[in-house]
């Protein structure tokens, strides 16, 4: 037998006049006459974590039976329904990190810091912070190495606008970051996409040379489109569909941050949005979570945070089914059944487009599956019911199969105020190779995980 086929590294970088583009997962790749779940190229793992703050509506998102998801899901995750088979929804977790100190007060506005370590987080307005090491950080130690972006950390909210006054003597960073490389080391959480993507896309540029680029108007892929075209002919009629597929999405991509640059739109009142970043919250997430998913197409980053907004944001949402409703005031319901049932939609709305992201990662091939085949993901909130920052039966789901390691389809209900969130955390180290006797809170693991 005579075995002709090339194979090109899974590491391939088209580079030219400033830019490096990534290049998605190709036959070409998988080296001749191996089987493909052998080998690296069958996909690498990733690990996202999504934190949204003020809990949720009681009464919309708990499943009525514990064991496998009915047809129909809870109001808050119908968006996720296409996805039942990727899906577990955990109830009863406690997160207890999140609670006041003994003694104190006024820690339940500025804790998103503990969400991803179940630490509770030194009371201070300082400098001298300190919250736990979060396990997206762990996890990116373990599998970001070979990456150009060991990890990425992303908003959809500014930290310098009118969303929080940072009192009760916590500081900002604690709510501005959910992502810690160290106790004492928060990571900032990038807000603007256009800086998102010319991290992955614009290595070896100068910051001179993208302005120069935007402002002619270039596609990156137009400085590499000679490298582009060469590629094409060595590789098989499948992979150049999946390679069209993969730069027309990085030309989309670019032509919307393009229009987000040149927007002149007006703000919603009273909310601060530096220039660049698209106005509106429907439009700047997409984007986050397509520029997430490119990312992970490309291999160049396995992990990432997003911060769906931050505590005590007043922002209204005027793409959900409660246009006017601001979220903190919202929170707020007063057990009110109407203004319940409108804290519901908003909290349905954050689920739809963390269903986008789902989508995309659905629905992109990667070795001998999908992106969501290969990836886990997480998210929560470290509140139950917010009306009265209760911190108990705090929801909390997980989604993709993490290479099979994952099962899916399944509502795991947990004892009211007996199990910490740092539990579910060192079981999802677990799901990484990552095994550790405790973290934060914990006490011990999550039973049928």
Same mark, same amino acid.
């Given at each position: 037998m005579f075995i002709t086929k090339k194979s090109i590294p899974r590491r391939t970088l088209l580079r030219g006049a400033g830019a490096a583009l &990534?290049?998605?997962?190709?036959? *070409?790749?998988v080296p001749a006459a191996t089987v493909l779940a052998q080998t690296a190229a069958s996909g690498p793992r990733r690990f996202f974590a999504g934190f949204v703050p003020h809990g949720a509506a009681p009464g919309y998102w708990v499943p009525e039976k514990e064991g496998p998801l009915a047809a129909e899901l809870p109001f808050t995750w119908k968006p996720l329904e296409p996805y039942r088979d990727n899906l577990t929804i955990l109830t009863g977790l406690h997160a207890t990190s999140s609670e006041p100190p003994p003694g104190e007060?006024?820690?339940d506005h500025w804790v998103a810091a503990a969400f991803l370590c179940a630490e509770k987080p030194k009371k201070t307005a300082g400098a001298?912070?300190?919250?736990?090491?979060?396990?997206?950080?762990?996890?990116?130690?373990?599998? &970001?190495?070979?990456?150009?972006?060991?990890?990425?950390e992303m908003s959809v909210e500014d930290p310098g606008s009118g969303s929080s006054n940072c009192g009760e003597g916590y500081s900002c960073v604690y709510t501005n970051t959910f992502?810690?490389?160290? !106790?004492?080391?928060?990571?900032?959480?990038?807000?603007? !996409?256009?800086?998102?993507?010319?991290?992955?896309?614009?290595? &070896?540029?100068?910051?001179?040379?993208?302005? *120069?680029?935007?402002?002619?108007?270039?596609?990156?892929?137009?400085?590499i489109n000679a490298k582009i075209s060469s590629l094409r002919k060595e590789i098989s009629v499948p992979d150049r569909s999946r390679l069209d597929n993969f730069t027309e999405n990085v030309r989309?991509?670019?032509?919307?941050?393009?229009?987000?640059?040149?927007?002149?739109?007006?703000?919603?009142?009273?909310?601060?949005? !530096?220039? &660049?970043?698209?106005?509106?919250?429907?439009?700047?997430?997409?984007?986050?979570f397509d520029l997430l998913a490119l990312g992970f197409q490309a291999d160049i980053t396995r992990v990432a945070t997003l911060l769906f907004a931050r505590d005590l944001t007043g922002r209204v949402y005027p793409e959900s089914e409660a246009p006017t409703l601001g979220f903190h005031g919202g929170s707020h319901h007063g057990e009110d059944p109407q203004r319940i049932d409108q804290l519901s939609k908003i909290n349905q709305y954050h689920v739809k487009m963390l269903a986008h992201f789902v989508d995309k990662l659905a629905k992109t091939e990667d070795g001998d599956g999908s992106l969501l085949d290969h990836s886990l993901l997480l998210y929560g909130s470290n509140m139950g019911n917010p009306n009265q920052h209760l911190h108990y039966d705090v929801p909390h789901v997980l989604l993709g199969g993490n290479h099979g390691l994952m099962k899916g389809g399944r509502h795991l209900a947990y004892p009211t105020k007996t199990v910490p969130t740092g539990n579910l955390l060192v079981s999802l180290l677990d799901q990484f190779d990552i095994h550790r006797e405790s973290i934060g809170d914990s006490t011990g693991r999550l039973e049928n995980i």
């Open positions: &990534g290049l998605p997962l190709l036959d *070409a790749m007060t006024g820690a001298d912070v300190h919250a736990g090491h979060t396990i997206d950080q762990i996890i990116a130690e373990k599998i &970001g190495r070979e990456t150009l972006l060991p990890s990425v992502s810690w490389a160290s !106790p004492t080391t928060p990571l900032p959480m990038e807000l603007n !996409p256009q800086v998102v993507f010319e991290r992955m896309f614009g290595s &070896g540029s100068t910051p001179e040379q993208r302005v *120069a680029r935007r402002q002619r108007n270039q596609s990156i892929l137009d400085s989309e991509i670019e032509r919307r941050l393009q229009i987000a640059a040149n927007a002149t739109t007006t703000a919603p009142e009273g909310f601060a949005v !530096p220039p &660049g970043i698209p106005q509106s919250f429907d439009e700047h997430i997409k984007l986050m």
